[in-house]
T-cell receptor, first 113, second 113 residues
Framework: GAGVSQSPRYKVAKRGQDVALRCDPISGHVSLFWYQQALGQGPEFLTYFQNEAQLDKSGLPSDRFFAERPEGSVSTLKIQRTQQEDSAVYLC???????????FGPGTRLTVT | AQSVAQPEDQVNVAEGNPLTVKCTYSVSGNPYLFWYVQYPNRGLQFLLK??????LVKGSYGFEAEFNKSQTSFHLKKPSALVSDSALYFC???????????FGTGTRLQVFP
């Protein structure tokens, strides 16, 4: 079946621009996670949804980062006034339940110039 | 705080030889441990997980992992390496309070023909 999809795959933004990254989870998956992966590092947690409820946003680095999942399916990660340090790969993952394994999308590589 | 450590940045092995990628963990309760593999420009692929039960866990692509409670380790193994196994491998532990994954820094596996 279809896996987790993310769009766009690559995004170049000028410093100060707003960006929106989309995640389509596996159909029926309750939980959705966003991670940030800097070059040469392991992914780091940003935020987590169970259905439409955002249960944990402790990993969001600043109030410029905002995520939503209004209907409990597709999620959008928005970054306002992008900075160079926001350059990274943003990974989305979904899982059937909170305790089951997470399946990752291919990621969106964001480059802020 | 829960964490995992991957002591080796890179592991080199000849094709056909057994391979081991090391991971140690630190948790306050019962460990929920995972291995993921990442190929270039792709998201993370789930390999296997340990929740409870047998200490030897079998996963995808012929990989297995051995859970050792006394040594707090969860090493990834494969009896006979393939060149196509060359990739970046991440060990992760599930945070009991939030269900997010906490990743290690990754180990690059290079299998030489």
């Amino acid at each position: 079946g279809a896996g987790v999809s993310q769009s766009p795959r690559y995004k170049v933004a000028k410093r100060g621009q707003d960006v929106a990254l989309r995640c389509d989870p596996i159909s029926g998956h309750v939980s959705l996670f966003w991670y940030q992966q800097a070059l040469g590092q392991g992914p780091e947690f940003l935020t987590y949804f169970q259905n439409e409820a955002q249960l944990d946003k402790s990993g969001l680095p600043s109030d410029r980062f905002f995520a939503e999942r209004p209907e409990g399916s597709v999620s959008t990660l928005k970054i306002q006034r992008t900075q160079q340090e926001d350059s990274a790969v943003y990974l989305c993952a979904s899982s059937l339940w909170t305790s089951s394994e997470q399946y990752f999308g291919p990621g969106t590589r964001l480059t802020v110039t | 705080a829960q964490s995992v450590a991957q002591p080796e940045d890179q592991v080199n092995v000849a094709e056909g030889n057994p391979l081991t990628v090391k991971c140690t963990y630190s948790v306050s309760g019962n460990p929920y441990l995972f291995w993921y593999v990442q190929y270039p420009n792709r998201g993370l692929q789930f390999l296997l997980k340990y929740i409870t039960g047998d200490n030897l866990v079998k996963g995808s692509y012929g990989f297995e992992a051995e859970f050792n409670k006394s040594q707090t380790s969860f090493h990834l193994k494969k009896p006979s390496a393939l060149v196509s196994d060359s990739a970046l491998y991440f060990c992760a532990v599930r945070d009991e309070g939030t269900d997010k994954l906490i990743f290690g820094t990754g180990t690059r596996l290079q299998v030489f023909p």
